[in-house]
């Protein structure tokens, strides 16, 4: 079955870097939209960074442009979220999801994915 294990959350001070991981198997990782979403204390959960499998295609939030880079290494089926400048409205636990797809473009509404990992915190203080 599909799993995603996200990895690499932690505590930094703003201004900070720290780079996520998510391990996707039981998929045929080349179809897929994947993507990082987040969610604080009270808010909704909101996406981050979306990119499609084997294509050049990403998307990111306005909150996260410029600072966050989303990443892939077809060879691992591993999904990274590079972040830095972090900022305190940053803190939230991250989530790392996949749907399969046969388009060339991804959308980052939450209701789109259907496999989500347990999710990784990310605290900036």
């Known amino acids: 079955h599909v799993q995603l294990v996200e990895s690499g959350g932690g505590s930094v001070q703003a201004g900070g870097s720290l780079r996520l991981s998510c391990a996707i198997s039981?998929?045929?990782?080349?179809?897929?939209?994947v993507g990082w979403f987040r969610q604080a204390p009270g808010k909704e959960r909101e996406g981050v960074a979306i990119i499609r499998t084997g294509f050049a295609y990403t998307l990111y939030a306005a909150s996260v442009k410029g600072r966050f880079t989303i990443s892939q290494d077809n060879a691992k089926n591993t999904l990274y979220l590079e972040m830095s400048s972090l900022k305190s409205e940053d803190t939230a636990t991250y989530y790392c999801?996949?749907?399969?797809?046969?388009?060339?473009?991804?959308?980052?509404?939450?209701?789109?994915?259907?496999?989500w990992g347990q999710g990784t915190q990310v605290t900036v203080s």
């Open positions: 999801a996949a749907r399969s797809t046969l388009s060339a473009s991804c959308g980052m509404g939450t209701s789109q994915y259907n496999v």
């Open positions: 039981g998929v045929a990782y080349r179809r897929m939209c």
